[in-house]
């Protein structure tokens, strides 16, 4: 089938080298977002599936907005059968999904109806789930409810990040989309309406909602910063600016009051409402990432003093 594929951060990359490399597809271009800044010199810089496609010798598209006449109609010269679409980033109008005749196929990072939404993975994470996945669904107008076409099936490990979770599901993910772009040209692949029962909504977990809670307990803070990793990155406060935190590791029996920081040559630890957490890698505000011990070692926290 000919190919107008839709995606914009690194997580969408497994799914686009996949497509360029199937012998039964042609991708014909790439719709991604318009180049942003990024880094610390704020420079102006193409996404990373722009990159790849510009790499591979593919058509970019970076339409401000999905509706825009100008990109509609260079869309419909390209007579695209169908549009695979992987972390986009941006609401496709009817006027867009009317074009291919195969509609646009999402690849989207849960088992739904679970987790409809900008952040799938890290609610995942937050909430404990056990199991998680990927789905391929026909795009539809309601958010990330449309017809599903299969479902692959990811453990979350007690350690994993969203980051780390997320990159598993990405690769298994891509083989699901190329399976199912594969049965809708044979026509075998049926979409099938999804359950009515078990939607939840997964909405973009923001800098504020990052904020850790001291005062919860430690399995809820452990899942909030590994839920908040690498993205947008879960912090607390100390002396009254931001430290960043990385995932920690929860200690059984270990009491302290609820963001006590008791740090020692090998470890720092810092009370929540249950077990206390020893914590691994911090980010200061303006500074580098370092290890917990030298933070700790520079700023000497004074005995009984708190987190935020």
């Not at 809708?184 to 979409?191: F, H, I, M």
């Amino acid at each position: 089938m000919r190919l107008v594929f839709a995606g914009t951060p690194e997580t969408a990359l497994p799914s686009l080298r996949t497509l360029i490399d199937s012998p039964r597809h042609e991708v014909v271009a790439v719709v991604t977002r318009p180049d942003a800044q990024s880094g610390r010199g704020r420079k102006v810089h193409p996404s990373p599936v722009a990159e790849l496609a510009e790499e591979a010798g593919i058509e970019v598209l970076r339409p401000p907005k999905a509706g825009d006449p100008a990109f509609l109609d260079r869309l419909r010269e390209l007579e695209p059968d169908c549009c695979p679409v992987v972390a986009y980033g941006a609401l496709l109008p009817q006027s867009a999904l009317d074009v291919p005749r195969h509609g646009w196929i999402n690849l989207h990072f849960s088992i739904l109806p679970a987790w409809r939404g900008a952040a799938p993975v890290q609610h995942a994470v937050l909430h404990g789930d056990e199991i998680t996945g990927a789905t391929t669904f026909q795009i539809v107008k309601e958010l990330d409810a449309g017809p599903v076409y299969g479902v692959v099936t990811e453990e979350v490990r007690d350690s994993d990040t969203s980051g780390a979770l997320l990159e598993r599901l990405s690769v298994s993910g891509a083989g699901l989309l190329a399976a199912t772009l594969d049965g809708v040209e044979d026509g075998t692949l049926e979409a099938r309406p999804q359950p009515a029962d078990g939607v939840t909504i997964a909405p973009k977990i923001s800098v504020t909602d990052a904020r850790v809670d001291w005062t919860k307990p430690a399995m809820r803070v452990d899942r909030l910063i590994r839920a908040c990793t690498p993205n947008p990155g879960a912090w607390s406060e100390f002396r009254g600016q931001r430290v960043k935190l990385g995932p920690v590791r929860v200690v059984p029996g270990e009491r302290l009051a609820a963001g006590e920081i008791v740090a020692s040559k090998t470890s720092v630890l810092v009370g929540t409402a249950s077990d206390a957490v020893e914590l691994g890698e911090v980010q200061p505000q303006g500074k580098r990432l370092m290890g917990a011990v030298e933070w700790a070692r520079g700023v000497r926290p004074e005995s009984k003093e708190l987190f935020g």
